[in-house]
């Protein structure tokens, strides 16, 4: 059995691939950070901006679970085309 020779391109994911790790690391992050404005909103007796950051928090999370379908998708190579570039 003969070793497969390495790749030369220096980029492991393709830029769509990339795309989409880096916008699940920012909608987990930004996850976290929601979770605090809503404890900062109740601590200051805002129960209207703690339901809004509620909102956001939501619609974020669904997005997040979204998005990791897309990356296992264009992972997988089912999406996008599955290349480097």
Avoid at 5 to 20: E, I, K, Q, R
Avoid at 31 to 47: P, R
Avoid at 53 to 64: I, N, Y
């Amino acid at each position: 059995m003969q070793e497969q020779p390495h790749s030369s391109d220096p980029h492991p994911l393709s830029n769509l691939a990339y795309d989409w790790v880096t916008l699940i690391q920012n909608k987990a992050q930004a996850l976290v950070a929601y979770d605090q404005y809503i404890k900062d909103a109740e601590a200051a007796g805002a129960a209207e901006c703690a339901a809004f950051f509620r909102k956001v928090h939501d619609a974020d999370k669904a997005h997040l679970a979204e998005a990791k379908q897309h990356l296992v998708a264009v992972l997988q190579g089912t999406m996008g085309g599955g290349t480097t570039s």
